[in-house]
């Protein structure tokens, strides 16, 4: 009410502000004389409410001057003996309880003004700090209206300002889009968390897309909302964050590409052989779920248990897997109650930092078949060359060494994926290839190198295969043959080189040596199924059209893993493909294949299908179309299947972790809030009036009282520093600076200028040899040397302080030394020293808090390295500190979050 009567004190002259005190009070005794048969028992209210209203409007000065000047009017024209000053030691205790009274009314009005003008400036900083938001921030009511939105809601909305975002009723901002779920059906707007945050009062979350009806285009969004309680407790307003995930989920497709489609039998176990979890491969071989499984001894499962024999031999594995060999052997599965399938089977230990086996990792392919080609391989041996065509045709860029190369932001080639089957192959581990992708070079055989070279050099065409022989890391030649492909990414739209690269050592002896036709067959057929084994989808080879009449003459058996549907049924139904694709993927899916087959180049189309038990499943296919045939009718195709459905939970995870950190990181501000303004608050008014009672009444205050006193203002003072120690302890983390090019020289040099009346009363002497520039946080790097030199002068012995820093370059960090000839440390408490508020000394012979060294370290940390002390009790101290000499802003971040 007074808010809206009278305006904030810093609008008025000081003049008129004190003027309107001094009026106030002279109208107070005015009034009071007129009414003193009734006032004299209350003689001092209508002065409180002269004092209140002085304060209110003037703030702190005005109150004191209304509440002096009230005081010695009213002693000297109401309290008898009138025209006497405290003439009484009654006069003397009411005055000084009225004088504390109107003191404490002053005091808290003029926080209040100031607290009105730190408010009103903090909402425009926040207004300032929500439009620069990335994220749209709208604020709501039950009904739905928008109270408040950042510019970044409006630009999502699609609304050219925020005031007209929220001038439009909920009905206009609805009709801008539709909500689909993740499945692409559509998402009601009712079950939006803001109709939670209502209804419970608790903050709630969702995921989905905005398909905006002026374009059609769409954009993946993360929707958190949270309640603004009433004060009635319960929800006034919901709060809204919108996060765009759009490109996260991109950015993961090619990893879930790989994960989610591997079409061998993969799962995990403890060492003991309990098993802890198993691929869809697995489970859909036996026609098994989930928690048929997991969580049961391995042998025991239906897979194995299935003859005694089998079980021992895999109980054996697990034994000697756990002691860290591993296993492999061809062994017969049950996946029906009478059929079996062969597998090659793998059972590697998973080691940990320590060196241990932490869980055993089973794998394998289903060789079944390869197993029938081995038993028909006279049979077969006619069919070889149409077998190899066949083959050349289905798995033109699959695996044997599957690789994908991009040209970085600066031009330069970079491995984005190589498979593990390159360190079989080559002798070098996956990561080699990926740090230094020219190191390929290195391994051509020299008498071979200048032609592979010449013939990379001269490509053109968009896909082409070579074969040179290479010397792998143990020195055994081998022919290979790499098979490549020039494409367009999906997602990012830059071209890349993906390929296969296959040993032909075996084929090129085969060529040599046609009475070893059969033993060849062998080989490739191994190759076949290895590579079948290894592709990530269902392939598939047909005749047709995508729009139009479709035939396929080949799909592998993935198809009833992905699907569902059998072999059979595919390969006798037409067109099944164009049937169990959802209707709304129907359009875009036909246009992106057409586009494809015109163009006669491969690529890649994204929708989804109906399994045969009513799933639905998202899918990625990659599709080729065989180069033209003039005397051939028809056009030929071949192509993967992949499903993608963990590739799509995987985002979500990644999402929900995202938000977690987010919250975290709010609740880390808060913290410094409190501590820079809440805590400290209190301890300054306790310490300010404990002082202000001893100035003023010190002489009717005895020894004793004084010294209470001096305890009290000296726990405040403490608690003080305790908690802005505390403060600046967290902002090594909330504060931290921009890494930059940092001159320890100069940093010695400020520091040396900021400590130099310790360093002049102290005698001390501080050296340097010369110290190294690196990439660090140069306010960090200050405040680093700043507490340690502190420090050794602080704990310094009888003699006058003398501190010595250097530095020296070991491998690719930089160790600095500052030395001192201080009191030392004993060593059971060197650890201790670098915790949060340990002291070894006590407050009255070594000042502080104790929280220094803790920050040091904790900076240290950030710069990725490491701080450490050598010392003897009353032999001074030596500390150390490492920090790498590559370090980038984006590891220091990463160190501080670690």
Request: one cysteine or more; proline letters at 4%.
């Amino acid at each position: 009410m007074l808010k809206a009567t009278f305006k904030r004190h810093e609008e008025y002259p000081l003049i008129w502000r004190y003027v309107f005190a001094v009026a106030l009070v002279l109208l107070s005794l005015l009034v009071t004389e007129s009414l003193w048969s009734t006032l004299h028992e209350i003689p001092m209210v209508i002065f409180f409410a002269a004092i209140t209203l002085s304060a209110w409007v003037g703030g702190m000065g005005p109150g004191l001057l209304a509440t002096v000047l009230s005081i010695v009017l009213s002693d000297y024209f109401l309290f008898p003996p009138l025209g006497v000053l405290l003439a009484t030691t009654a006069d003397i205790i009411q005055f000084f309880i009225f004088g504390a009274v109107a003191t404490i009314i002053s005091a808290t009005n003029h926080a209040r003004l100031h607290a009105l003008v730190e408010a009103q400036q903090t909402r425009g900083e926040m207004h300032i700090l929500m439009d620069n938001v990335a994220d749209a921030i709208t604020a709501q009511d039950a009904t739905g209206k928008v109270v408040f939105a950042n510019q970044a809601a409006a630009r999502l909305t699609g609304f050219d300002s925020v005031e007209q975002l929220m001038s439009a009723t909920v009905r206009d901002i609805q009709a801008r889009y539709e909500l689909l779920d993740e499945e692409g059906e559509p998402f009601p707007y009712e079950k939006l968390p803001r109709g939670r945050v209502f209804a419970q009062n608790v903050t709630a979350e969702a995921r989905f897309r905005m398909r905006f009806l002026a374009d059609g285009h769409e954009r993946w969004i993360h929707l958190t909302s949270a309640p603004v309680p009433g004060r009635d407790g319960k929800a006034r307003l919901a709060v809204n964050i919108f996060r765009d995930v759009t490109e996260t989920m991109q950015q993961q497709a090619r990893l879930r590409q790989l994960l989610d489609n591997l079409p061998a039998l993969v799962g995990m176990t403890t060492p003991d052989g309990i098993l802890i979890e198993a691929n869809r491969v697995a489970l859909d071989l036996a026609g098994l779920e989930r928690e048929d499984v997991v969580n049961k001894p391995f042998d025991q499962t239906y897979w194995w248990a299935y003859d005694e024999a089998v079980q021992a031999q895999l109980r054996d594995a697990i034994a000697r897997a756990a002691r860290g060999e591993r296993i492999r052997y061809d062994v017969k599965v049950r996946t029906g109650e009478s059929t079996f399938a062969i597998i090659d089977f793998i059972l590697a230990p998973i080691f940990d930092e320590n060196g241990r086996v932490s869980a055993l990792l089973p794998s394998a392919v289903d060789v079944t078949e390869r197993k029938q080609y081995e038993a028909d391989r006279e049979r077969l041996t006619l069919l070889l060359m149409q077998e190899q065509t066949r083959l050349k045709g289905i798995i033109a860029n699959m695996p044997g060494v599957v690789w994908e190369i991009m040209a970085d932001e600066y031009g330069k080639p970079q491995v984005t994926f190589i498979s593990d089957y390159a360190e079989e192959l080559f002798g070098y581990p996956t990561g080699h290839w990926v740090e230094d992708p020219n190191s390929f070079v290195n391994i051509i055989h020299e008498d071979d190198r200048e032609r592979a070279l010449a013939e990379m050099q001269g490509i053109s065409n968009p896909q082409f295969q070579m074969q040179y022989r290479i010397r792998t890391k143990d020195g055994t030649t081998k022919h290979i043959e790499s098979r490549t492909r020039l494409v367009e990414n999906a997602v990012t739209r830059q071209p890349m080189l993906i390929g296969i690269t296959s040993d032909v050592t075996a084929y090129k002896k085969a060529e040599a040596q046609l009475i070893y036709l059969n033993a060849q067959l062998d080989d490739e057929r191994s190759r076949l199924d290895a590579i079948l084994a290894s592709v990530p989808g269902i392939v598939w080879e047909g005749v047709g059209k995508p729009d139009g009449y479709q035939r396929l003459t080949y799909v592998s058996p993935q198809v009833e893993t992905i699907l569902g549907y059998s072999r059979e049924y595919w390969l006798d139904n037409a067109n099944l493909w164009q049937e169990i694709i959802v209707a709304d993927d129907l359009p875009k899916a036909f246009d992106q294949a057409m586009a494809l087959f015109e163009k006669e180049r491969p690529g890649s189309v994204e929708f989804r299908l109906v399994a045969k038990d009513g799933r639905i499943v998202p899918v990625e296919a990659r599709m080729t179309v065989m180069p033209h045939d003039a005397h051939d009718g028809e056009r030929h195709m071949c192509g993967v299947i992949m499903d993608i459905s963990e590739r799509k939970r995987s985002e979500r995870r990644v999402a929900n972790y995202a938000e977690r950190l987010r919250r975290s990181n709010e609740e880390l501000k808060q913290f410094a809030y409190v501590a820079s303004h809440d805590l400290q608050e209190p301890l300054r008014m306790v310490s300010s009036y404990l002082q202000l009672l001893e100035n003023r009444y010190s002489d009717q205050l005895d020894q004793d009282a004084k010294e209470f006193i001096g305890f009290a203002v000296d726990g405040a003072t403490r608690m003080k520093q305790l908690i802005q120690d505390l403060l600046l302890y967290s902002r090594v983390e909330t504060r931290k600076g921009a890494f930059s090019m940092v001159d320890m020289n100069q940093v010695l040099d400020a520091v040396k200028r900021d400590l130099g009346v310790l360093i002049q009363e102290t005698g001390a002497t501080v050296t340097s040899g010369d110290l190294p520039v690196l990439t660090a946080d140069q306010l960090q790097m200050t405040q680093l040397l700043q507490n340690l030199i502190n420090n050794a002068i602080k704990f310094r012995s009888e003699e006058p302080p003398c501190v010595e820093i250097s530095a020296e370059k070991v491998s690719d960090l930089w160790k600095f030394t500052v030395r001192d000839n201080g009191i030392g440390i004993e060593e059971k408490y060197k650890d201790r020293i670098f915790e949060i508020f340990q002291r070894l000394h006590g407050r009255g012979k070594y000042p502080g808090t104790g929280i220094g060294l803790a920050i040091c370290r904790r900076v240290v940390e950030r710069h990725g390295g490491r701080i450490w002390v050598e010392s003897e009790a009353g032999h001074g101290s030596n500390f150390y500190f490492a920090i790498s000499s590559t370090l980038t802003q984006e590891q220091g971040d990463s160190n501080a979050e670690e």
